[in-house]
């Protein structure tokens, strides 16, 4: 492909796994800039977009966009980790990044938004050293439909509800069981609010002060559905290794694929169970972290398969390092 090619905005999301809004919003922050613009259609190069699946990447890894968004080619090359020395358990739960120096510092919170209210109130004052903004949504219903890769290191998301409507919530939390939720509610009764105070999930009262939401996002985590460690494989992946195993008349491995993905779905049972039978929840909590434990051991012995037999496998849902 030449260099000379551009890419509309719309495609390079597509093919780097960053949202529109992420880009506009990088481009507002840090100047970032497409190679072109023709009215309000925005035009990236084959480099911006080389540069920016690295940038993905180094985000993926604990990297904050603040630290990224000046780099050039060779800088971003330089930061970047090789896959197979990254610990991906620690990943899940302190990941961490180096300045340009080469000191340890701890990484951001990486925070989503959903719903419009939100967005704007970022766009009026959205600066802010206590965390990275990394994804934005209009409403929950995308938020569901993202791409594993658009949801990877989120420790808290902020949610536009106008009623706190509690199924949105638990939807939230059956996607993402380890991710912070923080509700920012218009109208709700005294209930409602002490139900879903109940289960530990911050609220705040619209309107809020950016810094607010900010400070609120920033806090320790003070509920949790079970730690678990990250799926190394999607369901994509399970299916194309499976089907090379096929070919290759290989039924140990399409067995291995197999128990895989029953504990991938017994693990989100284990997680709705948590959701819905809260006197229970302890118990949940405890076979859900085994369960997840199980699931990791195999995908260990399966990655030694893939290493030993050569057998390739797309990347995952998305850009995914």
């Given at each position: 492909m030449s260099e000379q090619e551009l890419y509309r905005i719309g495609t390079v999301s597509k093919l780097t796994g960053i949202s529109p809004e992420c880009l506009r919003a990088w481009e507002r922050r840090y100047d970032m800039q497409p190679a072109q613009k023709t009215g309000k259609t925005r035009f990236y190069s084959h480099e911006q977009l080389q540069?920016?699946?690295?940038?993905?990447?180094?985000?993926?890894?604990g990297h904050p966009i603040s630290s990224l968004a000046q780099l050039d080619t060779n800088q971003l090359s330089a930061r970047l980790t090789p896959v197979a020395e990254i610990n991906l358990s620690s990943q899940a739960s302190f990941a961490s990044t180096f300045s340009s120096t080469g000191a340890y510092m701890p990484r951001l919170p990486n925070i989503g938004l959903i719903g419009a209210n939100l967005i704007m109130l970022e766009q009026d004052d959205g600066t802010s050293e206590r965390v990275e903004v990394t994804q934005r949504w209009h409403n929950v219903a995308e938020f569901l439909n993202s791409r594993p890769s658009e949801l990877n290191n989120l420790t808290a998301v902020a949610l536009s509800t106008p009623t706190l409507n509690l199924s949105e919530i638990r939807d939230i939390h059956v996607?993402?069981?380890?991710?912070?939720?923080?509700?920012?509610?218009?109208y709700a009764s005294e209930t409602r609010i002490e139900a879903v105070r109940q289960k530990g999930i911050p609220l705040l009262a619209w309107p809020v002060t950016w810094d607010k939401l900010v400070a609120v996002c920033a806090q320790p985590v003070e509920f949790e559905i079970g730690k678990t460690t990250p799926k190394r494989y999607d369901d994509s992946?399970?299916?194309?290794?499976?089907?090379v195993a096929k070919d290759y008349g290989d039924s140990s491995t399409r067995h291995l694929v197999s128990l895989i993905s029953s504990l991938n779905a017994y693990?989100?049972?284990?997680?709705?169970?948590?959701?819905?039978?809260?006197?229970?929840?302890?118990?949940?909590?405890?076979?859900?972290?085994?369960?997840?434990?199980?699931?990791?051991?195999?995908?260990?012995?399966?990655?030694?398969?893939?290493?030993?037999?050569?057998?390739?496998?797309?990347?995952?849902?998305?850009?995914?390092?």
């Open positions: 540069n920016l699946n690295k940038i993905k990447r180094l985000i993926d890894q996607r993402m069981p380890d991710l912070r939720v923080v509700a920012v509610y218009q992946q399970l299916l194309a290794i499976a089907s693990e989100q049972y284990t997680t709705e169970q948590v959701l819905e039978a809260p006197e229970e929840a302890e118990l949940h909590c405890r076979i859900r972290e085994d369960v997840s434990f199980a699931r990791a051991q195999l995908e260990h012995s399966l990655g030694n398969i893939i290493t030993t037999r050569a057998i390739p496998i797309p990347e995952k849902s998305g850009f995914s390092s």
